[in-house]
């Protein structure tokens, strides 16, 4: 398989990566917190096969001096310890979502995310889950490569 980059769409369409950019950017200040928004984005990036979100991801949740050990675990959250009850929930809410439109969240699914989250958190999650699904899609239809070396602030 080429594994080649198809295209540098970060040199094409400025209005719509900026709207994309600028979503990231909002979602990331949310009341969710930067760490569970991260912990959101690397366990979709994973599920998705999006190599470049994946490493930007882990490599953000590690600025933010998270463990290594419950950052790698992320893809076996069910059966670590590491994650709250909370971070438990969304993560099933993420992963319920990120399934549609093969399966679609369960009543029980929002029982428990309603448990842990507020509606507005609710919906800012639903834009965060929104936007790294669109990421993935874009860089993994296009083949955006892992950069051998992250440039600056990423």
């Not at 209005?15 to 928004?37: D, E, H, P, W, Y």
């Not at 690397?42 to 950052?71: F, T, Y």
């Not at 083949?143 to 051998?148: F, G, H, K, L, T």
Request: charged share 20%; aromatic share 8%.
């Amino acid at each position: 398989m080429n594994h080649a980059a198809r295209l540098n769409f970060f040199q094409l369409a400025p209005a719509n990566l900026q709207a994309m950019i600028a979503l990231s950017g909002t979602v990331k200040k949310s009341s969710l917190g930067a760490r569970l928004v991260e912990l959101i984005n690397l366990r979709i990036s994973q599920i998705n096969g999006c190599g470049v979100c994946v490493d930007m991801h882990w490599r953000d949740l590690i600025k933010q001096e998270a463990n290594p050990r419950h950052v790698n675990a992320i893809a076996g959250w069910r059966e670590a310890p590491f994650f709250s009850d909370r971070e438990r929930a969304a993560l099933n809410w993420a992963e319920a979502v990120n399934a549609i439109p093969h399966q679609h969240p369960t009543d029980a699914d929002f029982a428990l995310l309603k448990e842990h989250f507020s509606d507005n958190e609710i919906a800012e999650m639903s834009y965060a889950i929104a936007v790294i699904k669109g990421w993935n899609t874009i860089n993994a239809s296009l083949r955006n490569q892992i950069p051998e070396v992250p440039a600056p602030g990423f």
